[in-house]
């Protein structure tokens, strides 16, 4: 995907924690951390250690499904330096990432992606051959996951388990990297950048009903 400028991407949706500058479609720099927790710490510095610390023309974010505090963090910082920068903001689905690092290892192929979630949930989805997604975002038990996820190639942190629990396929044991954020195609970017949480708020109001998060 031939892209202009610079842009800085920023991914700490999940376990992993990356930064990526670009000048048009060039990796300039970038860093990636798996950290499990302490996005909230690390990801400020890690923006300030790329060159010109990381000012861009352009900010991508990853908008989730994760954590719900990583993909906060991310989003508000993201936010925060398009506002300073007068920049434009993107973003992107984590899933969509994966699959595309997948396709870029296996060519143009369907595949699932299969990521941690809460409550011991994966986030899955598929996509085809052409990278569009083919299957709405579903937060699932490994089972129901298992039952749903048929094609061969499976990526994503969570592959290698589905891949056992159904017992056939390929695992690719991907997790996002914002430093392969060229390897997106102009479909994966989002204008609207909202939260992609991928199930309800854990938190519960008075009365048992689920809290609601502004996006």
Known sequence: ?????????????????????????????????VLGRGHAEALV???????????????????????????RVGLAAARALALAWSANLTGYSCLALVAALARQEHGPTGL??????????????????????????????????????????VAGS????????????????????????SCLAHHDILTDVRPLYGRAPDAKLPGGKAATVAP
């Open 45 to 71: 510095p890690m923006i300030a250690a790329l060159p010109g610390r990381g000012r861009s023309e352009t900010i991508a974010v990853s908008l989730g499904p994760g954590s719900f505090t990583g993909v």
């Open 158 to 181: 969570q592959a290698q388990a589905l891949v056992a629990a159904r017992g056939f396929g390929h695992a690719l044991p991907l997790l996002p990297d914002a430093r392969a954020y």
């Open 112 to 153: 699932d992606v299969a990521m941690t979630g809460g409550h011991g949930e994966w986030f899955v989805q598929s996509f085809d051959t052409r990278g569009h997604a083919s299957s709405e975002l579903a937060s699932l038990r490994p089972e129901a996951a298992s039952q749903q996820c048929r094609q061969e190639i």
């Open 1 to 33: 995907m031939k892209r202009e400028g610079r842009t800085l991407v920023i991914d700490c949706a999940t376990d992993a924690c990356s930064v990526a500058l670009f000048d048009g479609s060039e990796l300039v720099a970038g860093d990636l951390r």
